[in-house]
């Protein structure tokens, strides 16, 4: 089992930045895919961003290219979210997963392992 513990959340203003984090802990191993998903009141989870935890490539929903950041410290079995220039729209709360393998998937349901969750608030 594994188990994932995500922190950073919080009350930002408009354009904005935060960082969050998701602490592995567990039958860790190199082959995962570490992936943030998010879900705002009223909608359906969505994907933000993820990460191949061994060789680091990564992906990213086109609604946070360029303003978000996937990486991760292997030393720390930790991976992180840097979210810059936030808009109220990022309002949501915020889930680290973790799915075996070495394949990136958008799909939430192809992922085995979640945090609890924590709540990102970009309001003025």
């Known amino acids: 089992q594994v188990q994932l513990a995500e922190s950073g959340g919080g009350l930002v203003q408009p354009g904005g930045s935060l960082r969050l984090s998701c602490a592995a802990s567990g039958r860790t191993s190199s082959s995962y895919i570490m992936g943030w998903f998010r879900q705002a009141p009223g909608k359906e989870r969505e994907f933000v961003a993820a990460?191949?935890?061994?060789?680091?490539?990564?992906d990213y929903a086109d609604s946070v290219k360029g303003r978000f950041t996937i990486f991760r410290d292997m030393a720390k079995n930790t991976v992180y979210l840097q979210m810059n220039s936030l808009k109220p729209e990022d309002t949501a709360v915020y889930y680290c997963a973790g799915r075996a393998g070495i394949l990136m998937s958008r799909l939430s349901q192809t992922y085995g392992y979640w945090g609890q969750g924590t709540q990102v608030t970009v309001s003025s």
């Open positions: 990460i191949n935890w061994s060789g680091g490539a990564s």
